[in-house]
C-alpha cells in the first residue's frame, strides 16, 4: 500500500484517528470516514457533538467505579434497584455485558483490574478498600464476585474474601460455564446470563 | 438483548450514532464507545476535533466531485500529477482505492453514481457535463472509465463515449478481472492495480 496522501490533512488525520478505535482497522477506519463526510449532517455532526459532549461529562462514579456522566452512576442512584445484592466486575465493560445479560436489578462495583504483583498493582490500586467500606454499610446481603476465569481474577477473588472474613454476607461467584481463560465481556449473552443463575458458593 | 440503560443519555446517544458507522454494528458500538471513554484524551477529544474540523471544512471539489476540505481538492491543484490523463469514478470510494491501488499520478473525476432511469437519476443527476466540458478545454488524451462492472455502470460508461463521439481522446477500461457485478471499492489492491495496468479499448 503506497502513503499517498489522497485527501486534505483533516480528513487523514479523522481517518488516522477512526483506525485507532477497537474495531476499526486502516480500511474501514477509511470507509467509515468517508461514510461520515457523506452523512455530514446525519452522522458526522452529531458525532463530533456526542463525542465532544460525552469527553466533556464522563465522570468515575466514586461509589462504585462505573463511567457515566453523573457521579454517583445511574446505576448507584436508580431507586429501583436492590441494593441487597453488589456484583463485583473488573471493568466497565464486564458491567454492561452483565446488564445487557441479566434479568438483576442489582448494584455493582468496579475494582478497575486485578491484583497483579509482576505488574505492580496490588490492592490499593484497585477500589476493593471502597468495596469492603460499601459491605461495612450494612444493606449487601451478597457479593457476586464476577471477575474474569483468569489466574489473576481468581487471586482477587480470594483476596477480597479475605478481607472480608468474618462477616455474615454471602460471597459467590458465576457458574462454571465461563470458559477458564475466558474474558467476560467476549461472551455470548446467553452463556453469561446461565453462569449468573446458577452461581455457586466458593 | 434487553433495552435496559446502562448508563447516562449523553454516553447512550454515542452508542447509537456509532452503531450507524459502516463496520461498527450495535455490539462493537459499545465497545469502541467505552474504549473511547477510557481514552478521553488520547481518543475521545482528538476525534471530536477532528470530527468537528471535517464537518466544518469538507466540500466536493467543483472541478472533479472529489470531496477534501479545499477546493479544488488536493488532487486537482496537486503540480506533480499529469493532466492528460482522467479516471473516471462512480464514487469518492473508489477513487481512494484506485489512489491506494495504483501508482499512476493522475487527475479524477468522480461521477457521483450511475444512470439509473428506474430512480429517475440522468445524465444532469450525475457530473457528466462537467467532466465534458474537462475534457472539451484540450489537455486530456486519455480517458479511463472505471467504473463498476455493472449494467448501470457499464451503461454509464456508453453514455459518457457517446457524449464524447468525435473527439480523438482515448477512451479505456479497467482489464477483466473486475470481477462481474463486483463493487470497485471491495477488491483487493493487487486486482485493483492489475486491473489497471491492464486496461483495454471498448
Ligand atoms: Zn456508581
Ligand atoms: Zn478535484
Not at 446470563?193 to 452461581?199: E, F, Q, V
Request: negative net charge; charged residues 25%; contains cysteine.
Amino acid at each position: 500500500m503506497s502513503d499517498k496522501r489522497i485527501a486534505g490533512p483533516e480528513i487523514e488525520r479523522l481517518i488516522q484517528l477512526l483506525a485507532k478505535v477497537p474495531g476499526l482497522g486502516p480500511r474501514s477506519a477509511r470507509r467509515a470516514a468517508l461514510a461520515m463526510i457523506k452523512k455530514r449532517e446525519q452522522l458526522l455532526e452529531p458525532l463530533a457533538a456526542a463525542m465532544s459532549e460525552a469527553a466533556a461529562k464522563v465522570v468515575v462514579c466514586s461509589n462504585c467505579g462505573n463511567v457515566d456522566t453523573a457521579d454517583p452512576c445511574s446505576i448507584c442512584t436508580d431507586p429501583r434497584r436492590e441494593d441487597a445484592t453488589i456484583i463485583v466486575v473488573e471493568d466497565v465493560a464486564d458491567l454492561w455485558a452483565l446488564e445487557r445479560a441479566s434479568e438483576m436489578s442489582v448494584r455493582y462495583h468496579v475494582l478497575g483490574g486485578t491484583l497483579s504483583p509482576l505488574d505492580g498493582i496490588g490492592p490499593d490500586d484497585l477500589t476493593i478498600r471502597a468495596l469492603v467500606d460499601r459491605v461495612s454499610a450494612g444493606a449487601v446481603r451478597e457479593l457476586i464476585l464476577a471477575v474474569n476465569a483468569t489466574v489473576e481474577g481468581q487471586a482477587t477473588a480470594h483476596y477480597i474474601m479475605g478481607q472480608l472474613d468474618g462477616t455474615e454476607i454471602r460471597i459467590t461467584r458465576l457458574a462454571h460455564g465461563v470458559p477458564v481463560g475466558g474474558e467476560l465481556d467476549y461472551l455470548d449473552e446467553g452463556t453469561l446470563s446461565a453462569a449468573l443463575r446458577a452461581r455457586t458458593g466458593f
